[in-house]
């Protein structure tokens, strides 16, 4: 089964140096917040749509061959066909390794593959409410590692989206203020809050050294719960299998990806996507997304790899 590719380039990768990685000072904050949110989101629901007959849910480890199976078929480019079987198996292979590296850091809530699964009769809805998990800043207040059974740990996937949090300079330097005229939001100046509900911690005294190690600047109003001001919310990787296309799949996970973004305390939504690609265009055009970036290194441009930046306030 082939899937269709919706976002621009392929599987993101979590660089140590950059996002997701598990930093020193909050290594004990990252820790704790395992026991205080009580497991981690793996399979927990983030909406449902019964009209649909599907949700969206955080992915499993359980899940995960299939979510790399359907992103290397989405993303892989043929070069000729007599090598194509064997490099597609090369692809494979690395797109499930990668997968597996930044699904380590799922509970820390520094990345999340969202996937749409075929609704599921159980009770989650009544332990978690129809709205899904109920969070407090950018962390669950309440999620649960046993959300669900079994088998629907391991249910196959329609679609997959993933969500990771990022520090680009060129896309930070392009992203709006939230506010009135650009003056931030007023809940930006709370204390910070470590992640687990409480003001100061590892994770305060992390970014103090970090930001006095980098000379940077504080940036007003951008994010709310306490996030660091220098980094962002990015969606990308997203497709769909070919037997659920044209089904709304791709706009309930990019729903979900944006509710999510919300509960982590961001305020915007990135994105990056192919200029060719005009169905997704169309999409994210619908979604409120805008492009503020449409420049291009010559090579990407000399090889019809053009993209946009498209960034949605929320």
Not at 18 to 27: I, S
Request: net charge positive; proline share 6%; aromatic share 8%.
């Amino acid at each position: 089964m082939s899937a269709r590719v919706l976002s621009g380039g392929q599987p993101t990768r979590v660089h140590p140096s950059r996002a997701a990685a598990p930093h020193v000072g909050r290594a004990c904050a990252v820790r704790c917040t395992a026991s205080l949110t009580r497991g981690s989101p793996a399979g927990t629901r983030v909406l449902r749509f019964p009209a649909k007959g599907w949700d969206v849910s955080y992915g499993t480890e359980a899940q995960l061959l299939d979510i790399s199976e359907t992103q290397a078929k989405a993303f892989f480019e043929p070069v000729m066909p007599f090598i194509d079987p064997l490099l597609l198996q090369y692809f494979r292979g690395d797109v499930s390794v990668t997968l597996g590296r930044k699904y380590e850091y799922l509970d820390s809530r520094r990345f999340a593959p969202l996937v749409a699964v075929k609704e599921r009769d159980d009770d989650f809805g009544n332990r978690f409410g129809t709205k899904g998990l109920s969070f407090s800043g950018r962390w669950p207040a309440n999620a649960s590692a046993d959300a669900g059974s079994p088998e629907d740990a391991a249910a196959p996937i329609m679609g997959v989206v993933e969500l990771s949090i990022q520090r680009d300079e060129d896309v930070l330097a392009r992203l709006p203020l939230p506010g009135d005229d650009g003056m931030g939001l007023s809940s930006s100046t709370t204390r910070w809050s470590d992640g687990l509900g409480t003001s100061g911690g590892d994770m305060e005294r992390w970014a103090m050294r970090r930001s006095q190690a980098r000379n940077m600047r504080p940036r007003p109003g951008r994010w709310v719960g306490g996030a660091p001001a220098d980094e962002y919310a990015y969606v990308s990787c997203m497709c769909v299998k070919d037997d659920y296309r044209r089904m709304g799949v791709a706009d309930t996970l990019m729903e979900g990806a944006e509710k999510v973004t919300r509960q982590w305390g961001y305020d915007c939504a990135c994105l990056h996507v192919f200029q060719k690609n005009q169905a997704a265009i169309k999409l994210y055009t619908r979604r409120g997304y805008v492009v503020v970036d449409d420049t291009c290194p010559p090579v990407d441009a000399l090889l019809g790899k053009q993209r946009y930046l498209m960034v949605k306030s929320l």
